[in-house]
């Protein structure tokens, strides 16, 4: 990567990713969603990492959703082809990863940040985040899934609460709403990921995976792909697939005993 706005760091079975411009909040550019897909994509084929931390770089702010200086000029096709499209590919291949993820809210998650946090499947936030959906403030809506993915989190009513509002609400609040699992002071949150991170690694990580596909199905997230990706590989172990493909070979038609 020329310029590392997404850093990634293996230690053992757990990957790091942290969002890497805290001098601009974190704030998202499409070379950032870029490298957010390369990073996914490099995880999901890694079968050493069994837990992702997602984290953003600095103090203030997790993520404070897009970059308005990026998408500002675009047209119309573009602002659909090249940033909300885009988003959703990226975010979607996020919250489809193989291995669990841990989001460590760091700071402020504000619209495309908030939608990024949620892509992770346990959300630990320090007790001085706020969170909110800003997009109608100018003129916009929330464009990553907010108002899909979020709706199965917390339900329409919440969802509506704060993409309508627009107001901020503090890491307690989200806790009751269950929008986050943990809220930690801030000197506490990385040790807590980790120590988590850790504790999963000592469970069958394939058990880990598939589980979390099946949770991820019921609630619509690429259930199609979970089912038949399931039934393929239970296929794959018996008796009839062997002589299937040993027919193939040799030419001569199967004879299957439904083992």
Same mark, same amino acid.
Request: net charge neutral; proline share 3%; glycine share 8%.
């Given at each position: 990567?020329?310029?590392?706005?997404?850093?990634?760091?293996?230690?053992?079975?757990?990957?790091?990713?942290?969002?890497?411009?805290?001098?601009?909040?974190?704030?998202?550019?499409?070379?950032?969603?870029?490298?957010?897909?390369?990073?996914?994509?490099?995880?999901?084929?890694?079968?050493?990492?069994?837990?992702?931390?997602?984290l953003g770089g600095g103090e203030k702010s997790f993520c404070v959703g897009a970059d308005i200086n990026e998408w500002a000029a675009l047209q119309p096709l573009d602002m659909w082809?090249?940033?909300?499209?885009?988003?959703?590919?990226?975010?979607?291949?996020?919250?489809?990863?193989?291995?669990?993820?841990?989001?460590?809210?760091?700071?402020?998650?504000?619209?495309?940040?908030?939608?990024?946090?949620?892509?992770?499947?346990?959300?630990?936030?320090?007790?001085?985040?706020?969170? /909110?959906?800003?997009? $109608?403030?100018? =003129? &916009?809506?929330?464009?990553? +899934?907010?108002?899909? !993915?979020?709706? *199965?989190?917390?339900?329409?009513?919440?969802?509506?609460?704060?993409?309508?509002?627009?107001m901020r609400q503090s890491a307690a609040e989200a806790l009751s709403a269950g929008l986050v699992h943990e809220v930690v002071h801030a000197s506490e949150l990385r040790s807590r990921?980790?120590?988590?991170?850790?504790?999963?690694?000592?469970?069958?990580?394939?058990?880990?995976?598939?589980?979390?596909?099946?949770?991820?199905?019921?609630?619509?997230?690429?259930?199609?792909?979970?089912?038949? /990706?399931?039934?393929? $590989?239970?296929? =794959? &172990?018996?008796?009839?697939? +062997?002589?299937?493909? !040993?027919?193939? *070979?040799?030419?001569?038609?199967?004879?299957?005993?439904?083992?």
């Amino acid at each position: 990567m020329a310029e590392s706005l997404i850093q990634v760091e293996r230690d053992g079975a757990v990957a790091t990713v942290m969002l890497n411009r805290p001098s601009k909040l974190n704030s998202l550019t499409p070379a950032m969603l870029d490298q957010l897909e390369l990073a996914a994509r490099e995880l999901d084929a890694d079968t050493t990492v069994r837990v992702v931390i997602l984290l953003g770089g600095g103090e203030k702010s997790f993520c404070v959703g897009a970059d308005i200086n990026e998408w500002a000029a675009l047209q119309p096709l573009d602002m659909w082809r090249r940033w909300v499209r885009r988003g959703h590919q990226v975010f979607d291949q996020w919250a489809r990863l193989r291995q669990p993820v841990i989001t460590a809210i760091n700071g402020h998650a504000f619209g495309g940040g908030l939608e990024l946090a949620i892509t992770g499947d346990i959300r630990i936030a320090v007790d001085s985040a706020q969170f /909110a959906l800003p997009e $109608a403030s100018i =003129a &916009t809506c929330p464009g990553w +899934s907010g108002t899909q !993915r979020l709706v *199965q989190l917390i339900g329409a009513s919440r969802a509506k609460y704060l993409a309508v509002s627009g107001m901020r609400q503090s890491a307690a609040e989200a806790l009751s709403a269950g929008l986050v699992h943990e809220v930690v002071h801030a000197s506490e949150l990385r040790s807590r990921a980790n120590g988590l991170a850790r504790e999963m690694t000592t469970k069958a990580p394939v058990s880990l995976q598939l589980t979390k596909q099946l949770i991820n199905a019921a609630a619509g997230e690429d259930a199609a792909a979970t089912l038949e /990706a399931m039934a393929g $590989a239970l296929a =794959a &172990t018996t008796q009839d697939a +062997s002589e299937g493909i !040993r027919s193939f *070979q040799e030419k001569r038609a199967p004879s299957y005993a439904g083992l």
